[in-house]
């Protein structure tokens, strides 16, 4: 039962353009969901979070955008740059259990000059 | 300040042999975590940990054990191992999970053959 799931397994997008990484969740108890970026050989880095009270969040030229009635939530990247080009995750959790991440498959993103 | 470090980075073992990964953390991180990552899977969550002496089982459990003597370490022992434990390693740290996030180490590459 994936109960977080990037439907793409890879994206590619013009260099200076938006890129978009989409993520869709089952469980409607999930309170928190964050993005993850992940460069070859190395941990995870943590990117942006949003919580369930709310359906935006910004940090510079990433936003997290949440859309809990249809239990979506997407990753816009505005300009897209090179060093953008990596694996990017989405995760969840729940205030009962917020020790527990539950992780997508993950999406390749390829920043074309 | 070294963040999560993980030892070894690389690992080969033979089937049935038992060894220990380690996990360290210096930023007094109440949460540990360990991850095992596998193609087109995500991160799977093995165990988790809330505290000193307080440990759970996560999604993918079978196979490992862990403790927690204190807030810096949190070791991952494979009792036997066994082919479908190959797969990269990570662990992780947060001040209380959710919307904080988790600070992963740069991984434990695990080959059994």
């Known amino acids: 039962d994936q109960q977080v799931k990037q439907n793409s397994p890879s994206l590619s997008v013009q260099e200076g353009r938006i890129s978009i990484l989409n993520c869709d969740y089952t469980?409607?108890?999930?309170?928190?969901f964050l993005w993850y970026k992940k460069y070859p050989a190395e941990g995870p880095t943590f990117l942006i979070s949003?919580?369930?009270?709310?359906d935006k969040n910004e940090d510079g030229r990433f936003t997290v955008f949440l859309n809990k009635s249809a239990k979506h939530l997407s990753l816009h990247i505005v300009p897209s740059q090179p060093g953008d080009s990596a694996v990017y995750f989405c995760?969840?959790?729940?205030?009962?259990?917020?020790?527990?991440?539950?992780f997508g498959q993950g999406t390749r993103l390829t920043i074309n000059p | 300040n070294a963040g999560v470090t993980q030892t070894p980075k690389f690992q080969v073992l033979k089937t049935g042999q038992s060894m220990t990964l380690q996990c360290a953390q210096d930023?007094?991180?109440?949460?540990m975590s360990w991850y095992r990552q596998d193609p087109g899977m995500g991160l799977r969550l093995i165990h988790y940990?809330?505290?000193?002496?307080?440990?759970d089982q996560g999604e993918v459990p079978n196979g490992y054990n862990v403790s927690r003597s204190t807030t810096e370490d949190f070791p991952l022992r494979l009792l036997s191992a066994a082919p479908s434990q190959t797969s990269v390693y990570f662990c992780?740290?947060?001040?209380?999970?959710?919307?904080?996030?988790?600070?992963f180490g740069s991984g434990t590459r695990l080959t059994v053959v």
């Open positions: 992780a740290s947060s001040p209380g999970g959710g919307y904080y996030g988790y600070t």
């Open positions: 469980n409607s108890m999930f309170d928190y």
């Open positions: 949003i919580s369930s009270i709310k």
């Open positions: 995760a969840a959790s729940a205030l009962q259990g917020a020790q527990k991440l539950v």
């Open positions: 930023m007094n991180h109440e949460y």
């Open positions: 940990s809330v505290g000193a002496g307080i440990t």
